[in-house]
């Protein structure tokens, strides 16, 4: 058998709600442009009263989210998160996680992630809280933060932040005359420009302070560009070559939702309807020519006062703003696949054909001969297929008698698969003499996926 085989529901269900992640705090995000997928690590979770930080990895490729429990780094909130291209891992620098003898403790630690396996190594980051950012130009990955009493976490001390490198296992400082960002800055890389970008709110003056090799420059905002706020999700567009901002935190302590992008001269406000609401503390990443916003804290629905924590993720492509999962839309419940029915002709010959292709299990049989129903209940995994048999209903063939090839009834169309070797699994379907007559390639995410019948004719997609 080819690795097997989640249910995907007809294309309405695009994850698992045991794969999903659920609505977290001051998580890291990132997005590894090798294997084209969005990484989520870190943050604190509300789970049955109780605040954790979870330690495991999801990963979203476009279509589904995935989740790995392989051992690592601790679970913690306020770390550095950054893919290296020229390695073709994801960094995680630093943290802070809640201690047993102290509320919180400052972790320093480095640990690379190749998408199945950790590895530690073996270390230390230089500053507390880190942002970092890749360097393309340079191949390098620059961390920023706090360099003062770096193993207490104490507001109330004052900060001395420094920029540093990291590359080839090594550390190079680099500045200790850059601006304070605690507790609520970002940073991007404009690759372009091969300058790192850092906005800086004051009161009511927004500066963007940049940096390159020669140095620190400042450039003061007038009045067409964002107003105070912290907790703002940035990230920079190369095929635009600009750094975009969303939303954040006004002084009043209220979620913001304008968007702005910097092309290094002036800001520019981005209109547009349907998009994301309100929100601070989301994430911004670029990747498959798309900017991706996820998770952040928005407002409650009326007439509930407050804020509450979220696991949206907005795409922005093309000027519009596309929705990719929607478990936050009905918060008091969750969508999970569970089952699907199909009526077939002869309820023994689909079920065989169920067993051969995808290695399902017999459930349950139900025999009702008053009513006329053979009905059998098979499982896999936790998805599951009810065939359904009554010889007194029509069966396509009847029905569609003289229509043109290809012709539909309207109602249930197909059923897809994701299979995680699809190679595999076009190999198993030859054993079982089922050829597909197309293997199709999506123009974007450059993925392959094929059709075939059961034995009624009913569609079955899969998908890489």
């Keep these: ?19 999903q992640p659920g609505p977290r705090h001051l998580e890291e995000v990132v997005y590894d442009t090798g294997r084209n997928r969005l990484i989520l690590f870190g943050g604190v979770e509300l789970q049955k009263e109780k605040w954790i930080e979870p330690s495991s990895v999801h990963e979203w490729d476009g279509n589904n989210w995935t989740l790995s429990e392989a051992p690592g780094p601790i679970g913690r909130r306020a770390g550095g998160l950054v893919y290296d291209a020229s390695t073709k891992e994801t960094l995680l620098f630093g943290g802070v996680t809640t201690g047993k003898v102290q509320p919180d403790s400052v972790l320093l630690d480095a640990w690379s992630w190749d998408g199945t396996n950790w590895k530690n190594l073996n270390t230390t980051c230089p500053v507390k809280e880190p942002e970092a950012a890749y360097d393309p130009v340079n191949k390098r990955i620059l961390v920023y933060g706090d360099a003062n009493n770096k193993t207490i976490v104490d507001y109330n001390l004052p900060a001395a932040f420094e920029l540093w490198a990291y590359k080839n296992d090594g550390w190079k400082k680099l500045s200790a ?84 992008k910097w092309d290094g001269r002036q800001w520019t406000k981005i209109d547009f309807t349907g998009g994301p609401s309100m929100r601070n503390s989301a994430h911004f990443v670029f990747g498959s020519n798309e900017l991706l916003l996820y998770g952040g804290t928005i407002p409650k629905s009326p007439p509930e006062k407050g804020s509450k924590l979220c696991s949206e993720l907005w795409s922005w492509k093309k000027g519009k703003w596309v929705q990719y999962n929607y478990n936050d839309i009905a918060p008091a419940f969750k969508y999970a696949p569970f089952f699907s029915a199909i009526i077939v002709k002869n309820v023994d010959t689909s079920t065989a054909w169920y067993q051969a292709v995808f290695d399902m299990k017999i459930k349950n049989r139900i025999n009702d001969t008053e009513r006329g129903f053979r009905v059998v209940i098979m499982e896999h995994s936790s998805f599951l297929l009810e065939l359904i048999e009554n010889k007194s209903w029509p069966d396509q063939k009847q029905l569609l008698f003289g229509k043109p090839d290809g012709t539909r009834i309207q109602g249930f169309f197909k059923i897809g698969f994701s299979v995680t070797d699809l190679d595999s699994c076009l190999k198993h379907l030859a054993f079982l003499k089922i050829i597909p007559d197309r293997i199709y390639t999506d123009s974007e995410t450059k993925k392959r996926n094929f059709l075939i019948e059961d034995p009624d004719k009913n569609l079955i997609q899969f998908f890489e």
């Design 177 to 260: 005359d850059g601006p304070n960002i605690r507790g609520s800055g970002k940073i991007s890389f404009d690759v372009a420009r091969n300058k790192l970008v850092v906005p800086v709110f004051n009161e009511n003056k927004l500066t963007v302070w940049e940096w390159s090799d020669a140095g620190w420059t400042k450039t003061e905002c007038g009045k067409d560009c964002p107003g105070y706020r912290n907790r703002f999700a940035i990230a920079y567009q190369p095929v635009e070559k600009a750094t975009y901002l969303f939303g954040g935190l006004s002084a009043a302590r209220k979620e913001l939702g304008d968007f702005w």
């Design 1 to 19: 058998m080819p690795h097997l085989i989640a249910a995907i529901f007809v294309f309405l269900f695009i994850s698992t709600a045991e794969s």
